[in-house]
């Protein structure tokens, strides 16, 4: 039998799970907890952070952090909705070339 792995991918935490034998399992993530925050940040030295070290500097790098970026898959970059998003995220959200909307630190 293939791995199997699950994955929930939510706008403010994100899950993971495997099957281990017959027994759904839910990963734990460096600090010891079963979810992670969906926050991903780019530091000035370039370095990327996921989850809650992404989330304790997000105050202090507003514009490199990306987070409710569930928000735009499948979204238009003209859709009201993103639209709205533009003027209240503090990093970028940008038209890709097919029109799709993508976020960018």
């Known amino acids: 039998m293939g791995k199997i792995i699950g994955i929930d991918l939510g706008t403010t935490n994100s899950c993971v ?3 281990d034998g ?3 399992r839910v990963l734990e993530n ?5 979810t992670t925050p969906s926050i991903i940040a780019y530091t000035q ?9 992404a989330k304790r500097q997000a105050v202090t790098n507003p514009q490199n952090t990306l987070f409710a970026i569930k928000r735009l898959i ?3 970059f003209q859709d009201e909705e993103v639209q709205r998003d533009v003027s ?3 990093f970028k959200i940008i038209a890709a070339d097919n029109g ?5 630190s």
């Open 17 to 19: 799970a495997i099957m």
């Open 45 to 53: 030295d370039g370095e990327t952070l996921v989850g809650q070290p």
């Open 88 to 90: 209240i995220m503090p």
């Open 100 to 104: 799709d909307a993508w976020g960018r």
């Open 22 to 24: 017959t027994t759904p």
């Open 74 to 76: 499948g979204r238009r």
């Open 30 to 34: 460096a600090e010891g907890d079963r």
